[in-house]
């Protein structure tokens, strides 16, 4: 157990206060939830190759609903023949019906750490795990523009959090046909996605509400730089495709 607990601290919890410090001692104003919100940034520009692909399979899942969804008609009568064809749908056309999941997945150990730093706080005795080259700041004021303290509660940043991760779902959403409803056949797929779309924005707002600001800061930052990464790679790919005669 205690080989986890150094790991953890080594990957995350000791690399993410190092950057946190850095942050907070040389943007100008030195203003923590700026600094929060720059190494959000950051640490997703780090993994934008490996969610870039995410969102890549979550636009062709999309694409590819309207023939999912003629399989699961094809075999209205028969679940467990209908749930076969699908799989073997998805797997030639090498997509991953867990594709969306795997930008959360990702956001969770950074989501621990965060809360570690603040749960800790910022006293002499974690300060000792700043790198040499990391000057040792004196009072750390954790308020963002002068009037929100980041290591409190905050229902503002959480519905915010909460808001934004529904966008962020719906934009990966197939397009619904009016006929849509009339199907009653579905899959795990599907319901996997409408939960993410619904369920996963109020789990936010209230797992939010009840954390320090500074995670729901997080996760709105996150999920708008989402956003406009799947719209960056959709517009793209929409001029990379070529136009049918």
């Known amino acids: 157990m205690d080989f986890f607990v150094e ?3 080594t990957l995350l919890y000791q690399p993410f206060l190092n950057a946190l410090i850095l942050l907070y001692e040389y943007l100008p104003g030195r203003d923590f939830g700026v600094a929060v919100i720059a190494l959000t940034i950051l640490l997703r520009l780090v993994l934008y190759p490996l969610s870039a692909k995410a969102a890549i399979a979550q636009k062709k899942f999309a694409e590819l609903q309207p023939r999912i969804k003629e399989i699961q008609e094809k075999f209205k009568d028969n679940k467990e023949q209908q749930a076969k064809a699908v799989f073997e749908f998805y797997r030639k056309e090498k997509i991953n019906p867990f594709s969306p999941l795997l930008p959360l997945l990702i956001q969770f150990p950074i989501l621990i750490a965060l809360y570690q730093l603040f749960w800790k706080g910022f ?8 790198y040499s080259f990391v000057p040792t700041p004196g009072i750390i004021n954790t308020s963002f523009l ?3 303290d980041l290591a409190q509660k905050s229902l503002f940043f959480a519905v915010a959090a909460g808001i934004l991760q529904f966008f962020q779902a719906k934009q990966t959403m197939p397009a619904k046909k009016d006929d849509s409803k009339k199907k009653g056949a579905t899959d795990f797929a599907s319901m996997l996605r409408t939960q993410t779309l619904f369920v996963f924005p109020v789990v936010i707002v209230l797992i939010g509400a009840r954390l320090p600001a500074v ?7 996150s999920s708008a730089f989402s956003i406009w990464q799947y719209w960056f790679i959709t517009r793209n790919q929409q001029h990379k495709t070529p136009k049918k005669v």
């Open 123 to 130: 006293g002499p005795e974690q300060l000792v795990f700043l």
């Open 7 to 9: 790991l953890f601290r």
């Open 146 to 148: 002068g009037f929100m």
């Open 215 to 221: 995670i729901s800061l997080y996760w709105a930052v």
